[in-house]
C-alpha cells in the first residue's frame, strides 16, 4: 500500500499541489510572528485551502487507481471462467 501511495504522490500533478501546498504553508509560517491578526488569518485561510486541495487531489488519484486497479481484476476473474 506504502509503494502504491508513493506512486501517485510521484506524479507531475501532485509534485505540484504538494509544492503550492508547502509554499502556501511556508508563507503563513514566515508571517506569523510579525503580522496583524487580519493578515495571519488570510494566510492560514490560503495555506489550509492549498493543504486541502492536495490532499483532496491525492485521495481522488488514489481512489482512481484503485478503481482501475479493480476493473482490472474483474477482467481477470471473467477471463479465468
Known amino acids: 500500500m506504502q509503494e502504491f501511495v508513493a506512486e501517485v504522490l510521484a506524479s507531475p500533478d501532485m509534485a505540484e499541489e504538494a509544492e503550492a501546498a508547502k509554499i502556501a504553508a511556508l508563507q503563513f509560517l514566515a508571517i506569523q510572528n510579525?503580522?496583524?491578526?487580519?493578515?495571519?488569518?488570510?494566510?492560514?485561510?490560503?495555506?489550509?485551502?492549498?493543504?486541502?486541495?492536495?490532499?483532496?487531489?491525492?485521495?481522488?488519484?488514489?481512489?482512481?487507481?484503485?478503481?482501475?486497479?479493480?476493473e482490472d481484476d474483474d477482467d481477470l476473474l471473467l477471463l479465468s471462467f
Open 34 to 70: 510579525t503580522a496583524l491578526e487580519g493578515e495571519k488569518r488570510d494566510a492560514l485561510a490560503t495555506a489550509l485551502r492549498e493543504i486541502n486541495s492536495f490532499y483532496r487531489q491525492a485521495r481522488d488519484e488514489i481512489k482512481r487507481r484503485q478503481s482501475e486497479e479493480d
